[in-house]
Protein backbone atom coordinates (compact mmCIF):
# COMPACT_ATOMS: atom_id res chain seq x y z
CA UNK A 1 0.00 0.00 0.00
CA UNK A 2 1.57 3.39 -1.21
CA UNK A 3 2.83 5.29 2.08
CA UNK A 4 0.16 8.40 0.90
CA UNK A 5 -2.78 6.43 0.46
CA UNK A 6 -1.90 4.88 4.35
CA UNK A 7 -1.25 8.46 5.47
CA UNK A 8 -4.76 9.61 3.97
CA UNK A 9 -6.68 6.84 5.89
CA UNK A 10 -4.99 7.88 9.14
CA UNK A 11 -6.25 11.11 9.10
CA UNK A 12 -9.54 10.21 7.90
CA UNK A 13 -9.94 8.06 10.75
CA UNK A 14 -8.83 10.75 12.93
CA UNK A 15 -11.07 13.12 11.71
CA UNK A 16 -14.13 10.48 12.02
CA UNK A 17 -12.97 9.94 15.27
CA UNK A 18 -13.16 13.73 16.57
CA UNK A 19 -16.16 14.18 15.46
CA UNK A 20 -17.58 11.30 17.14
CA UNK A 21 -20.46 12.33 19.60
CA UNK A 22 -18.64 10.01 22.23
CA UNK A 23 -15.32 11.46 21.50
CA UNK A 24 -15.10 13.35 24.91
CA UNK A 25 -15.32 9.44 26.67
CA UNK A 26 -12.84 8.20 24.24
CA UNK A 27 -10.44 10.38 25.04
CA UNK A 28 -10.94 10.38 28.97
CA UNK A 29 -10.37 6.90 28.65
CA UNK A 30 -6.97 7.32 26.90
CA UNK A 31 -5.81 9.89 29.47
CA UNK A 32 -6.39 7.39 31.94
CA UNK A 33 -4.25 5.11 30.15
CA UNK A 34 -1.47 7.22 30.74
CA UNK A 35 -0.13 7.77 27.14
CA UNK A 36 -0.08 3.68 26.70
CA UNK A 37 1.23 2.45 23.60
CA UNK A 38 -0.70 -0.92 23.41
CA UNK A 39 -3.71 -0.40 26.02
CA UNK A 40 -5.80 -3.83 26.39
CA UNK A 41 -9.04 -4.06 25.10
CA UNK A 42 -11.86 -5.18 27.88
CA UNK A 43 -15.59 -6.27 26.68
CA UNK A 44 -17.67 -7.75 28.99
CA UNK A 45 -20.08 -6.50 32.05
CA UNK A 46 -19.37 -6.68 36.02
CA UNK A 47 -22.71 -7.06 38.10
CA UNK A 48 -22.92 -5.68 41.63
CA UNK A 49 -25.37 -7.76 43.83
CA UNK A 50 -26.09 -7.62 47.26
CA UNK A 51 -25.56 -11.31 48.70
CA UNK A 52 -28.48 -11.05 50.81
CA UNK A 53 -31.24 -10.10 48.98
CA UNK A 54 -29.88 -10.76 45.35
CA UNK A 55 -30.95 -7.75 44.16
CA UNK A 56 -28.68 -6.30 41.80
CA UNK A 57 -27.11 -3.12 42.81
CA UNK A 58 -24.83 -2.13 40.04
CA UNK A 59 -24.27 -3.07 36.48
CA UNK A 60 -21.44 -2.20 34.08
CA UNK A 61 -21.32 -2.84 30.56
CA UNK A 62 -18.56 -1.90 28.16
CA UNK A 63 -21.45 -1.99 25.01
CA UNK A 64 -21.54 1.59 26.38
CA UNK A 65 -18.25 2.91 25.78
CA UNK A 66 -16.64 3.82 22.54
CA UNK A 67 -15.65 1.19 20.29
CA UNK A 68 -17.71 -1.12 23.14
CA UNK A 69 -14.13 -1.87 24.54
CA UNK A 70 -13.06 -0.38 28.08
CA UNK A 71 -9.10 0.83 27.29
CA UNK A 72 -6.83 -0.30 30.98
CA UNK A 73 -2.82 0.30 30.69
CA UNK A 74 -1.08 -2.68 29.71
CA UNK A 75 1.29 -2.52 32.69
CA UNK A 76 4.54 -4.19 30.75
CA UNK A 77 7.58 -3.12 32.88
CA UNK A 78 9.68 -3.31 29.25
CA UNK A 79 10.55 0.01 27.82
CA UNK A 80 11.12 -1.15 24.67
CA UNK A 81 7.27 -2.23 24.21
CA UNK A 82 5.75 0.73 26.20
CA UNK A 83 7.33 3.98 27.50
CA UNK A 84 4.45 5.19 29.13
CA UNK A 85 3.89 2.25 31.10
CA UNK A 86 7.59 1.46 31.69
CA UNK A 87 8.53 4.65 33.27
CA UNK A 88 5.29 4.29 35.78
CA UNK A 89 6.80 0.87 36.75
CA UNK A 90 10.50 2.71 37.20
CA UNK A 91 9.14 5.30 39.42
CA UNK A 92 7.83 2.70 41.65
CA UNK A 93 10.76 0.10 41.57
CA UNK A 94 12.77 3.23 42.46
CA UNK A 95 10.67 4.64 45.08
CA UNK A 96 10.16 1.17 46.74
CA UNK A 97 14.35 0.93 46.31
CA UNK A 98 14.87 3.97 48.13
CA UNK A 99 12.60 3.62 51.08
CA UNK A 100 14.30 0.45 51.73
CA UNK A 101 17.72 2.10 52.10
CA UNK A 102 16.49 5.80 53.91
CA UNK A 103 13.11 4.95 55.10
CA UNK A 104 9.85 6.11 53.99
CA UNK A 105 6.87 3.36 53.06
CA UNK A 106 6.57 2.10 56.30
CA UNK A 107 9.87 2.06 56.64
CA UNK A 108 11.72 3.51 59.42
CA UNK A 109 14.21 6.12 58.94
CA UNK A 110 16.72 4.30 61.42
CA UNK A 111 17.10 1.50 58.58
CA UNK A 112 20.03 4.10 57.06
CA UNK A 113 22.27 2.67 60.35
CA UNK A 114 21.83 -1.23 59.10
CA UNK A 115 24.46 -2.18 57.20
CA UNK A 116 23.66 -2.33 53.21
CA UNK A 117 25.52 -3.63 50.13
CA UNK A 118 25.12 -3.06 46.61
CA UNK A 119 26.80 -6.35 45.09
CA UNK A 120 27.09 -7.20 41.33
CA UNK A 121 27.48 -10.86 40.40
CA UNK A 122 28.33 -11.65 36.77
CA UNK A 123 28.61 -14.53 34.71
CA UNK A 124 31.46 -16.87 34.04
CA UNK A 125 33.44 -16.44 30.63
CA UNK A 126 32.00 -18.58 27.84
CA UNK A 127 34.57 -17.86 24.84
CA UNK A 128 36.18 -14.28 24.00
CA UNK A 129 33.84 -11.54 22.91
CA UNK A 130 34.46 -8.46 21.47
CA UNK A 131 34.14 -5.51 23.64
CA UNK A 132 34.24 -1.92 24.41
CA UNK A 133 36.54 -0.41 26.92
CA UNK A 134 37.62 3.18 28.04
CA UNK A 135 40.63 4.90 29.57
CA UNK A 136 40.12 8.82 30.71
CA UNK A 137 36.80 8.98 27.93
CA UNK A 138 39.12 7.27 25.47
CA UNK A 139 38.48 3.87 23.37
CA UNK A 140 41.02 1.13 23.69
CA UNK A 141 41.99 -1.69 21.58
CA UNK A 142 39.54 -4.68 21.69
CA UNK A 143 41.55 -7.59 22.39
CA UNK A 144 45.21 -6.51 21.30
CA UNK A 145 47.82 -8.96 21.40
CA UNK A 146 51.03 -9.12 20.09
CA UNK A 147 51.43 -12.83 20.91
CA UNK A 148 47.36 -13.76 20.25
CA UNK A 149 47.02 -17.55 20.02
CA UNK A 150 45.56 -19.01 17.21
CA UNK A 151 42.40 -21.37 17.91
CA UNK A 152 41.86 -24.50 16.71
CA UNK A 153 39.62 -23.06 13.91
CA UNK A 154 42.49 -21.10 12.36
CA UNK A 155 40.89 -17.40 14.15
CA UNK A 156 43.70 -15.69 15.44
CA UNK A 157 42.10 -14.73 18.72
CA UNK A 158 42.81 -10.63 18.49
CA UNK A 159 41.01 -7.91 17.57
CA UNK A 160 42.93 -3.84 17.36
CA UNK A 161 39.50 -2.34 16.43
CA UNK A 162 38.51 0.81 18.78
CA UNK A 163 34.62 -0.18 18.75
CA UNK A 164 32.21 2.27 19.17
CA UNK A 165 29.19 2.00 21.55
CA UNK A 166 26.73 1.06 19.29
CA UNK A 167 28.84 -1.18 17.24
CA UNK A 168 27.31 -4.25 16.47
CA UNK A 169 30.08 -6.48 16.76
CA UNK A 170 30.27 -6.17 20.25
CA UNK A 171 29.02 -9.06 22.34
CA UNK A 172 30.16 -11.05 19.39
CA UNK A 173 32.62 -14.42 20.20
CA UNK A 174 35.98 -13.41 17.80
CA UNK A 175 35.74 -17.27 17.13
CA UNK A 176 32.04 -18.73 16.67
CA UNK A 177 33.31 -22.18 16.63
CA UNK A 178 34.95 -21.96 20.12
CA UNK A 179 32.23 -19.88 21.89
CA UNK A 180 30.22 -22.48 24.57
CA UNK A 181 26.71 -21.29 23.11
CA UNK A 182 25.22 -24.34 24.89
CA UNK A 183 27.24 -23.10 28.14
CA UNK A 184 25.70 -19.88 28.18
CA UNK A 185 22.44 -20.66 27.10
CA UNK A 186 22.15 -23.12 30.31
CA UNK A 187 23.68 -20.64 32.64
CA UNK A 188 20.57 -18.20 31.93
CA UNK A 189 18.69 -21.08 32.84
CA UNK A 190 19.69 -21.94 36.17
CA UNK A 191 20.88 -18.02 36.85
CA UNK A 192 17.89 -18.44 39.46
CA UNK A 193 19.14 -21.49 41.09
CA UNK A 194 22.47 -20.32 41.21
CA UNK A 195 21.12 -17.27 42.92
CA UNK A 196 19.09 -19.59 45.91
CA UNK A 197 22.20 -21.05 46.56
CA UNK A 198 24.18 -18.23 47.04
CA UNK A 199 21.48 -16.85 49.24
CA UNK A 200 21.92 -20.09 51.27
CA UNK A 201 25.89 -20.30 51.16
CA UNK A 202 25.54 -16.61 52.62
CA UNK A 203 23.41 -17.34 55.72
CA UNK A 204 25.46 -19.83 56.46
CA UNK A 205 28.63 -18.34 56.09
CA UNK A 206 27.33 -15.71 58.29
CA UNK A 207 26.12 -17.57 61.35
CA UNK A 208 29.66 -19.47 61.26
CA UNK A 209 30.97 -16.07 61.72
CA UNK A 210 28.86 -15.60 64.69
CA UNK A 211 29.18 -18.98 65.89
CA UNK A 212 25.22 -19.44 65.86
CA UNK A 213 23.29 -22.33 64.04
CA UNK A 214 21.14 -21.20 61.37
CA UNK A 215 17.81 -21.48 63.89
CA UNK A 216 19.90 -19.16 66.42
CA UNK A 217 20.86 -16.55 63.37
CA UNK A 218 16.93 -16.86 62.74
CA UNK A 219 16.37 -15.02 66.13
CA UNK A 220 19.30 -12.75 66.13
CA UNK A 221 19.59 -11.55 62.43
CA UNK A 222 16.94 -10.75 58.77
CA UNK A 223 19.03 -10.66 55.76
CA UNK A 224 16.93 -8.71 53.35
CA UNK A 225 17.43 -8.58 49.26
CA UNK A 226 16.53 -6.91 46.74
CA UNK A 227 17.73 -8.00 43.03
CA UNK A 228 17.91 -7.03 39.43
CA UNK A 229 18.62 -8.99 36.13
CA UNK A 230 20.87 -7.12 33.25
CA UNK A 231 21.60 -8.81 30.14
CA UNK A 232 24.82 -8.39 29.16
CA UNK A 233 25.69 -7.26 25.21
CA UNK A 234 27.33 -11.32 24.86
CA UNK A 235 23.53 -12.08 25.99
CA UNK A 236 24.55 -13.32 29.55
CA UNK A 237 22.90 -12.16 32.69
CA UNK A 238 24.60 -11.13 35.72
CA UNK A 239 22.69 -9.52 38.78
CA UNK A 240 22.87 -6.57 40.73
CA UNK A 241 21.62 -7.24 44.78
CA UNK A 242 21.16 -4.75 47.41
CA UNK A 243 21.72 -6.29 50.43
CA UNK A 244 20.72 -5.57 54.20
CA UNK A 245 21.16 -6.56 57.26
CA UNK A 246 18.47 -6.54 59.86
CA UNK A 247 17.21 -7.48 62.74
CA UNK A 248 15.19 -10.03 63.73
CA UNK A 249 12.00 -8.52 62.98
CA UNK A 250 13.02 -6.53 59.88
CA UNK A 251 13.80 -3.16 59.09
CA UNK A 252 12.36 -1.88 62.16
CA UNK A 253 14.72 -3.63 64.54
CA UNK A 254 18.50 -3.07 64.88
CA UNK A 255 21.15 -6.03 63.76
CA UNK A 256 23.15 -7.15 66.42
CA UNK A 257 26.52 -5.44 67.02
CA UNK A 258 28.34 -8.30 65.04
CA UNK A 259 26.65 -7.89 61.64
CA UNK A 260 28.81 -5.56 60.19
CA UNK A 261 29.19 -4.44 57.07
CA UNK A 262 32.55 -5.99 57.04
CA UNK A 263 31.56 -9.33 57.99
CA UNK A 264 28.68 -9.07 55.54
CA UNK A 265 30.81 -8.45 52.34
CA UNK A 266 33.24 -11.10 54.00
CA UNK A 267 29.89 -14.00 53.02
CA UNK A 268 29.36 -12.54 50.04
CA UNK A 269 32.66 -13.25 48.51
CA UNK A 270 33.12 -16.25 50.43
CA UNK A 271 29.14 -17.77 49.17
CA UNK A 272 30.24 -16.28 45.54
CA UNK A 273 33.24 -18.26 45.43
CA UNK A 274 31.90 -21.38 46.85
CA UNK A 275 28.26 -22.02 45.30
CA UNK A 276 27.63 -24.13 41.73
CA UNK A 277 25.24 -25.99 39.87
CA UNK A 278 25.93 -29.41 38.35
CA UNK A 279 24.27 -29.80 34.74
CA UNK A 280 24.56 -33.74 33.74
CA UNK A 281 25.84 -34.41 30.15
CA UNK A 282 23.01 -35.00 27.76
CA UNK A 283 22.93 -35.84 23.77
CA UNK A 284 26.17 -34.01 22.36
CA UNK A 285 26.62 -32.13 25.26
CA UNK A 286 29.17 -32.68 28.43
CA UNK A 287 28.01 -32.40 31.89
CA UNK A 288 28.96 -28.85 33.18
CA UNK A 289 29.66 -26.77 36.46
CA UNK A 290 28.53 -23.48 36.37
CA UNK A 291 29.52 -21.46 38.63
CA UNK A 292 29.27 -17.03 39.38
CA UNK A 293 32.40 -15.52 36.93
CA UNK A 294 35.93 -14.06 38.47
CA UNK A 295 34.22 -10.13 38.75
CA UNK A 296 32.89 -9.40 41.64
CA UNK A 297 31.83 -6.09 42.78
CA UNK A 298 31.22 -4.92 46.55
CA UNK A 299 30.52 -1.63 47.49
CA UNK A 300 28.85 -0.27 50.50
CA UNK A 301 25.29 1.98 50.41
CA UNK A 302 25.86 5.16 52.45
CA UNK A 303 23.84 8.34 53.05
CA UNK A 304 26.08 10.92 51.19
CA UNK A 305 29.31 8.80 50.46
CA UNK A 306 30.29 7.31 47.04
CA UNK A 307 27.67 4.80 46.66
CA UNK A 308 24.25 6.92 48.00
CA UNK A 309 21.10 5.59 48.06
CA UNK A 310 19.83 7.46 45.45
CA UNK A 311 22.05 6.65 42.85
CA UNK A 312 21.62 2.46 44.21
CA UNK A 313 17.89 3.01 43.50
CA UNK A 314 18.10 4.41 40.29
CA UNK A 315 19.88 1.74 38.77
CA UNK A 316 17.73 -0.83 39.78
CA UNK A 317 14.99 0.86 38.56
CA UNK A 318 17.04 1.77 35.37
CA UNK A 319 17.19 -2.37 34.89
CA UNK A 320 13.95 -3.30 36.13
CA UNK A 321 12.39 -1.85 32.98
CA UNK A 322 14.73 -3.70 30.25
CA UNK A 323 14.54 -6.94 28.95
CA UNK A 324 17.07 -8.36 26.46
CA UNK A 325 16.22 -6.05 23.77
CA UNK A 326 20.05 -4.83 23.99
CA UNK A 327 21.24 -8.47 22.44
CA UNK A 328 19.11 -8.15 19.43
CA UNK A 329 16.49 -10.22 20.85
CA UNK A 330 12.94 -9.62 19.92
CA UNK A 331 10.37 -8.33 23.10
CA UNK A 332 7.10 -9.52 20.96
CA UNK A 333 5.45 -12.49 19.21
CA UNK A 334 5.93 -12.71 15.89
CA UNK A 335 2.46 -13.24 14.28
CA UNK A 336 2.39 -12.71 10.55
CA UNK A 337 4.93 -14.23 8.37
CA UNK A 338 5.73 -10.45 7.40
CA UNK A 339 7.47 -9.87 10.76
CA UNK A 340 10.25 -12.27 9.83
Avoid at 28 to 34: C, E, F, L, M, N
Avoid at 104 to 112: D, F, I, L, N, Y
Avoid at 184 to 197: D, E, I, K
Avoid at 221 to 231: P, R, W
Amino acid sequence: MPATHTRSHAIAGMITRLNDPHYARWAAQIHRTGGCRQPIHLRGRVDHIDRTTGEILHRYSTRHEPDGVLRVPCKTRRASRCPACAETYRADTYQLIRAGLAGGKGVPASVTAHPCLFVTLTAPSFGTVHARREKDGKPLPCHARRDAPTCPHGQVMSCTARHSADDPRLGEPLCPDCYDYAGSVLFNALAPQLWRYFTDALRRRIAKLAGLTLRELRGQLTLSFAKVAEYQRRGVVHFHAVIRLDGPDGPASPPPAWASADALADAVRHAASTVSVTVPDITDEPARVLRWGEQLDIRPITMGGELTDQAVAGYIAKYATKAAECVGTLDRRLSPLDDL
